[in-house]
């Protein structure tokens, strides 16, 4: 059984029809790719699924988390039942420290894994007292990642992880989520196709706010004309 089924997803935000009747499932292991072009919903379906569209948004559809309905469930709620989310923008706190970052996203009840983080990303133990917004981009991306991986989780949203990091942290970033999903399922959004390539056993893509194309990421992948009527681009390139 899927770890996330989502069912007809449909959304309105301000009056513009975003998602229409978006189908896809997540299995239980491995990483299952989100693409698409700029856009067309990607980052909309993570925060649908969450909960986290803006008030006034119109949803519509069903979304099934482990086997049980969670359709317009509270964001909380979801994340203590083991649903990981690590947005776009990182969301760190630039005012506090590492460790501070790192201490407010211990969830109530849950042992924190700082040993798997700080395997993960010593760069984040060495600087546990310096403030986050002095970090580098790729150090707080590593940061959001990191405060995710304290908790026991079920699935994990990551949505960009690799947008706008210099080629070696890509290539950190990647053998970090790499380690990862041998143990936790895994949606992940991404743009660089080398990244999706290295990491993804499955892909789904959006286009024009619907699914239009499930299956292995394999066979999307390799075939560069797929790859540029689906995503505008060649099979090495960035979507």
Same mark, same amino acid.
């Not at 070696?168 to 990862?180: D, R």
């Given at each position: +059984?899927?770890?996330?089924?989502?069912? =007809?997803?449909?959304?309105?935000?301000?009056?513009?029809?975003?998602?229409?009747?978006? /189908?896809?499932?997540?299995?239980?292991? @491995?990483?299952?790719?989100?693409?698409?072009?700029? @856009?067309?919903?990607?980052?909309?379906?993570?925060?649908?699924?969450?909960?986290?569209?803006? #008030?006034?948004?119109?949803?519509? $559809?069903?979304?099934?988390?482990?086997?049980?309905?969670?359709?317009?469930?509270?964001?909380?709620?979801?994340?203590? =039942? $083991?649903?990981?989310?690590?947005?776009?923008? !990182?969301?760190? &706190?630039?005012?506090?420290?590492?460790?501070?970052?790192?201490?407010?996203?211990?969830?109530?009840? /849950?042992?924190?894994?700082?040993? #798997?983080?700080?395997?993960? &990303?010593?760069?984040?133990? !060495?600087? %546990? #007292?310096? #403030?986050?917004?002095?970090?580098?981009?790729?150090?707080?991306?590593?940061?959001?990642? $990191?405060?995710?991986?304290?908790?026991?989780?079920?699935?994990?949203?990551? =949505?960009?992880?690799?947008?706008?990091?210099?080629?070696?942290?890509? @290539?950190?970033?990647?053998?970090?989520?790499?380690?990862?999903?041998?143990?936790?399922? +895994?949606?992940?959004?991404?743009?660089?196709?080398?990244?999706?390539? !290295?990491?993804?056993?499955?892909?789904?893509?959006?286009?024009? %706010?619907?699914?239009?194309?499930?299956?292995?990421? $394999?066979?999307?992948?390799?075939?560069?004309?797929?790859?540029?009527?689906?995503?505008?681009?060649?099979? %090495?390139?960035?979507?």
């Amino acid at each position: +059984m899927n770890i996330l089924e989502v069912g =007809d997803l449909s959304v309105r935000i301000a009056g513009s029809h975003i998602l229409q009747g978006v /189908a896809f499932g997540v299995a239980p292991q @491995g990483v299952t790719a989100l693409l698409g072009r700029n @856009g067309v919903g990607k980052t909309t379906t993570l925060k649908a699924v969450l909960g986290l569209l803006p #008030r006034g948004a119109e949803i519509g $559809g069903e979304v099934r988390f482990a086997g049980a309905a969670v359709t317009r469930q509270p964001t909380f709620r979801l994340v203590r =039942d $083991g649903l990981g989310y690590v947005p776009e923008d !990182r969301g760190v &706190f630039a005012g506090l420290t590492v460790a501070e970052n790192l201490r407010l996203a211990e969830r109530p009840g /849950a042992e924190p894994d700082y040993t #798997r983080v700080y395997g993960l &990303f010593p760069e984040l133990q !060495r600087r %546990g #007292r310096q #403030r986050a917004g002095t970090l580098s981009g790729g150090q707080q991306q590593m940061l959001a990642i $990191g405060r995710v991986l304290l908790n026991p989780n079920r699935l994990l949203l990551i =949505d960009e992880p690799t947008k706008g990091l210099a080629p070696k942290v890509v @290539g950190e970033v990647a053998a970090a989520l790499h380690a990862v999903a041998q143990v936790v399922p +895994m949606l992940l959004v991404e743009q660089n196709l080398a990244v999706v390539r !290295r990491l993804a056993r499955d892909a789904v893509v959006i286009a024009a %706010g619907k699914v239009a194309y499930t299956g292995p990421a $394999g066979d999307l992948l390799n075939y560069t004309e797929k790859t540029k009527a689906l995503l505008g681009v060649g099979k %090495g390139e960035h979507a």
